[in-house]
């Protein structure tokens, strides 16, 4: 099988223009190419540190995303579960704990893109073009559809969450 290190630059950049999408390709590959010379996982992203789970999401990172909303709903399952009986340092805490999702997305987002993309790539070297393109069409590029029904699910749930609390805070 072959691996990124054995492609030439020319052809990994079209896998990445093919993978990543036109948009924000040069913003990547030059996030990429600095953290690669520097020997450095820590990259700045603004979307990132902002958007944090939804940006997991609209960039398919699947899994680290499913695991920041995760993490998201026990903080907030706790902060509302004990609401009442929290001290204001507790709470402090909760909303420290509630900064590491986008602190992590906005520090080492591009270096789990990167990994993401570089797998991604890695994984399709060897299929068929048809095969290919349906993998990369899955897999890469945007999804603000995808993003989109994450953003109601989020709220729905959240809403929910704090409905079942509703009681519990007031008496």
């Not at 990543?20 to 450095?40: A, N, P, Q, V, W």
């Not at 797998?119 to 899955?138: A, D, G, R, T, V």
Request: net charge positive; proline share 3%; with cysteine.
């Amino acid at each position: 099988m072959l691996e990124k290190n054995e492609i030439k630059t020319k052809d990994l950049n079209r896998e990445y223009k093919r993978f990543i999408g036109e948009k924000k390709l040069d913003y990547y590959l030059t996030k990429f190419e600095r953290m690669e010379e520097k020997g450095t996982k820590i990259s700045f992203n603004l979307c990132g540190l902002i958007f944090s789970i939804f940006w997991c999401f609209y960039r398919k990172m699947f899994i680290p995303g499913a695991m920041f909303l995760a993490y998201n709903f026990v903080i907030m399952y706790i902060s509302m579960r004990f609401v009442s009986t929290t001290s204001v340092v507790a709470s402090g805490i909760l909303a420290v704990f509630n900064l590491i999702p986008p602190l992590i997305c906005g520090f080492f987002g591009n270096y789990l893109y990167s990994n993401y993309v570089h797998s991604c790539i890695e994984k399709s070297l060897n299929m068929p073009n048809l095969q290919k393109e349906k993998f990369y069409k899955e897999n890469g590029d945007t999804s603000v559809r995808i993003t989109l029904g994450i953003v109601v699910a989020y709220i729905v749930f959240s809403l929910a969450l704090m409905l079942s609390y509703l009681p519990n805070i007031q008496g």
